[in-house]
């Protein structure tokens, strides 16, 4: 049923929210996982796959470590990095590479704010068509 699951990590604390839901479920289904992060700091917006910076970096390393964490667990994941809008990049991957299940934890902001502040969450669920679980973080 879902034999490749993109997650996509924020690389905050919010983040184990849906690792861990996704561990279970992955061993479950048997799901290949892609975890996605798009960095979004000035460099990567700017200069897209030829961005150097700390933030590059820091991202490169969490995602190997989420990564790895998976693996420990049994369960197939590789791991990819994008550049720019983060709702953007998460509905291009979707949209040019598939996925049978898109996995996201969320900050739990009201209307006010997810106005303010984007609701990522918000504009991929709108603009795929492939399911989104959405987990809130505690």
Known sequence: MYDTILVTLDGTATDRAIIEHIKELAKLAHSRLVLLHVADGWAARTYGR????????????????VRAEFQAAGITAEAELAYGEPAEQIIKWVKQK?????????????????????????????????PVLLLRAK
């Open 50 to 65: 030829d961005a150097v910076s700390p933030e590059i970096s820091e991202d490169t390393a969490y995602l190997e470590t």
């Open 98 to 130: 598939g996925c049978d299940l898109v996995a996201m934890s969320t900050h739990g902001h009201r209307l006010l704010a997810d106005i303010f502040l984007g609701a990522t969450a918000t504009r991929v669920r709108h603009n795929i068509s492939a």
